[in-house]
């Protein structure tokens, strides 16, 4: 079974628009983290926000917020406001257990390439 | 801002033949990471590394592969004996200590071996 199911292959969205990618992950640990990565064209990978699973608030970074439902196990990014920049392709990642004494590689799903029209 | 950096940015190989992906943490950085993206597919998993030994390897990182930290700043990885299909974009990672959980990423390496 995946670890981490990014259901949304592709995504066109109208400037300006907000969108929502969707994430939802499997694990049976207590203790997990969650991660979601922009990779441009250009390659590298681009941190944008982290939600701990204790965290009982959504997390936000500007105009990315994490839709955190630990019951339903979905990590859903939200992009306000969406600009031309924001084509990308949009990785959802996990870290379970304990990650205190470094063993937290994290578990990437397969991404949704996301493009903003004008 | 402080970032991960990567070298070469390109190195093409031919099979068989050693390579060492070279990487320079976050200065302040103790946790860090190599993964792995073959084109057009996700990010994969290698290795971490913490205190100077490995913490916790792939299935991917086989006995051709190590790492090391040879000095206070660079992080490398080394792939003996390479195969077509480790042809990948590699990319290093690290992470501060403490409850700051972030993996920053760099611009990675593009192997390409023939």
């Known amino acids: 079974a995946q670890k981490i199911t990014q259901t949304q292959p592709g995504m066109f969205v109208q400037e300006k628009e907000a969108v929502t990618l969707d994430c939802t992950y499997d694990t049976s640990d207590q203790s997990y983290g969650l991660f979601w990565y922009k990779q441009p064209s250009s390659g590298e990978m681009i941190f944008l926000i982290y939600q701990g699973s204790y965290d009982e608030q959504n997390a936000t970074e500007g105009r990315y917020s994490l839709n955190f439902q630990k019951a339903r196990k979905s990590a859903n990014l939200v992009i306000s406001a969406s600009q031309l920049g924001d084509s990308a392709m949009y990785f959802c990642a996990m870290r379970e257990g304990s990650w205190g004494g470094g063993a937290d590689g994290l578990t990437f799903g397969k991404g949704t390439h996301l493009i903003i029209q004008p | 801002e402080p970032e991960v950096t990567q070298t070469p940015s390109h190195q093409v190989t031919q099979m068989g033949q050693e390579v060492i992906l070279r990487c320079v943490p976050i200065?302040?950085?103790?946790?860090f990471y190599w993964y792995r993206q073959i084109l057009g597919q996700k990010v994969e998993f290698l290795v971490s590394f913490y205190n100077n030994e490995i913490s916790e390897k792939s299935e991917i990182f086989d006995d051709r592969f190590s790492v090391e930290r040879p000095d206070g700043s660079n992080f490398t990885l080394k792939i003996r004996s390479t195969k077509l299909e480790d042809s990948a974009m590699y990319f290093c990672a690290s992470r501060m200590t403490g409850l700051q959980e972030t993996q920053y990423f760099g611009p990675g390496t593009r192997l390409l071996v023939l």
């Open positions: 200065s302040n950085h103790l946790y």
